[in-house]
């Protein structure tokens, strides 16, 4: 009897521990992705500044199907100057919106109108490369929740081993 309640107990620790870790490295995939989404924002905000000049914009519609639902995205060009030679991009963002709500979407669009001086966000080590607008810095905001999973886990992981 001593014999199987020593197997059930290995048993516990052994599948408490592992399901442990399991949590905490689920919680840790998303920490990281989450951190390697505000690098991404962040490195935009070390990009040179250039004068850019609205060249087309425009609200589109599509749909995917006939059964699904209408989407709207923006289409922004702009040229700009760097070092004296000239650059066109479509990026406003480095992942440019889609929406259902029309109305969402049409906030791009006045905010350039064709012929609109504004400034471009510009790789230095790549000049093809520019965005109008950064990416928000949000996500860096919200990585305590996948934390959560990281902490729980382990404290499940350190129980599971103390018994």
Request: charged share 20%; hydrophobic share 40%; glycine share 8%.
């Amino acid at each position: 009897m001593q014999e199987v309640m020593q197997k059930r107990s290995l048993g516990s620790v052994i599948g408490g521990t592992v399901l442990g870790l399991f949590v905490a490295a689920i919680g840790l995939v998303f920490c990281i992705a989450l951190f390697n989404g505000w690098l991404r924002a962040e490195e935009t905000r070390k990009w040179v500044l250039a004068d850019a000049i609205i060249t087309h914009s425009e609200l589109r519609e599509g749909q995917f199907s006939p059964t699904s639902p209408q989407t709207f995205s923006y289409h922004i060009e702009y040229t700009y100057v760097v070092d004296g030679k000239g650059y066109q991009s479509e990026q406003v963002k480095r992942v440019n919106k889609k929406s259902s709500h029309r109305h969402r979407i049409e906030k791009y669009v006045e905010r350039y109108p064709v012929g609109k001086a504004t400034e471009a966000f510009v790789n230095p080590n790549d000049p093809t490369k520019s965005v109008l607008e950064h990416d928000t810095r949000a996500v860096l905001y919200t990585i305590w929740f996948p934390g959560l999973f990281v902490v729980a886990g382990l404290g499940i992981a350190v129980a599971s081993l103390k018994r």
